[in-house]
């Protein structure tokens, strides 16, 4: 069983809860948090998207006490295009509440990393902050897939698709996905293989904006998959 099998029971709780919470208290945005435009951000090549969290299931020695807002203005001081946050706090130790101090520490926008499965994780991203969402095509059929992404889109939110082998990406292209994620990370064991996720990128056609994600170790990671066609990276643990 992969992880995102695991966690989908607990995902649908939590759809479940948010649609009870937002049924007596409706979301909105603040309005000095702008949606802020993730898409263009990243594009153009070389582009880094920092990643926030406190642990991981891939790497349990990993740990980050770091403030998150102090994580931000390091990475935007340090070039980072963009951040991204995972918020999934059971496993990550991150959540949608740290995204108020990741805008006030800095001026990237932030991708709110969640495994999506409803749109009311999409509206309760919005309302928290996020500037864009995570679709991981392995957890939807194609028409979830482009009736989240479409919400997404209605909202303002940029969103980056993530893909983990052909069909994966078939599916993001038949969507009309402007940003794709290829994650080396392989689902059941947790280990990652840039070969794999290089294998993957030449399959996505031109004018999509193609991200390299997980496994990005070492300046020679980035320059590999640059030359196998990514335009940004996400580096997180």
């Known amino acids: 069983m992969s992880f995102l099998d695991r966690i989908r029971p607990a995902k649908e709780a939590e759809v479940a809860r948010l649609r009870e919470q937002f049924a007596l208290d409706p979301p909105a945005r603040p309005e000095n948090l702008p949606v802020r435009d993730f898409a263009a951000a990243i594009s153009g090549g070389g582009k880094l998207i920092a990643e926030v969290k406190h642990r991981s299931p891939s790497n349990p020695e990993f740990r980050m006490d770091t403030a998150p807002a102090i994580l931000a203005a390091v990475y935007q001081r340090h070039g980072a295009a963009a951040l991204s946050i995972v918020v999934d706090e059971p496993n990550f130790g991150t959540s949608l509440a740290d995204i108020v101090s990741l805008h006030a520490a800095s001026d990237l926008p932030v991708i709110a990393k969640d495994f999506i499965i409803d749109e009311v994780q999409i509206t309760a991203a919005w309302a928290a902050g996020a500037d864009a969402v995570l679709l991981i095509?392995?957890?939807?059929?194609?028409?979830?897939?482009?009736?989240?992404?479409?919400?997404?889109?209605?909202?303002?939110?940029?969103?980056?698709?993530?893909?983990?082998?052909?069909?994966?990406?078939?599916?993001?292209?038949?969507?009309?996905?402007?940003?794709?994620?290829?994650?080396?990370r392989n689902l059941a064991t947790l280990t990652t293989d840039l070969q794999h996720g290089g294998a993957l990128l030449p399959l996505l056609p031109e004018g999509v904006t193609r991200v390299s994600e997980s496994g990005l170790n070492f300046r020679s990671d980035i320059e590999t998959m640059t030359g196998l066609g990514a335009d940004a990276f996400l580096v997180g643990h």
């Not at 897939?145 to 940029?158: I, T």
């Open 137 to 184: 095509a392995r957890m939807l059929d194609q028409d979830a897939m482009q009736g989240l992404l479409d919400f997404a889109r209605s909202l303002g939110l940029s969103v980056l698709v993530e893909c983990h082998d052909e069909a994966d990406i078939g599916m993001a292209v038949a969507v009309g996905a402007d940003l794709v994620g290829v994650n080396n």
